[in-house]
């Protein structure tokens, strides 16, 4: 088992900068790659972000190039997503997403079901 726990929303004025963190404990060492997902009320969860575990490399919603930069920190078992110029359509709730059943090279990283671990969910609310 892998636990995810995010933290890092909260607040901002568009154009403003917040940077979440997801914290995993557990069987980290399966973990191939982690990603960050959003929701916002009455819509679908999105993908906005990923990286593979080891080799760092990483992809990108179109909507967020540019703007977002996903990183992690392996010796603390922590990623970041690390939010600039943000907007009001960027207010969601944030999910960290862990996956230990694909490498990264057979990984959709945009696809939900790609991955098997999520955390609680950190909101994000950007106002105009």
């Known amino acids: 088992q892998v636990q995810l726990v995010e933290s890092g929303g909260g607040l901002v004025q568009a154009g403003g900068s917040l940077r979440l963190s997801c914290a995993a404990s557990g069987r980290t060492f399966s973990v191939y790659a982690m990603g960050w997902f959003r929701q916002a009320p009455g819509k679908e969860r999105d993908f906005v972000a990923a990286?593979?575990?080891?080799?760092?490399?990483?992809y990108y919603a179109d909507s967020v190039k540019g703007r977002f930069t996903i990183s992690r920190d392996n010796a603390k078992n922590t990623v970041y997503l690390q939010m600039n110029s943000l907007k009001p359509d960027d207010t969601a709730v944030y999910y960290c997403a862990a996956d230990s059943l694909r490498p990264w090279r057979t990984l959709v990283p945009g696809v939900i079901s790609e991955y098997n671990y999520w955390g609680q969910g950190t909101q994000v609310t950007v106002s105009s």
């Open positions: 990286i593979s575990w080891s080799g760092g490399r990483t």
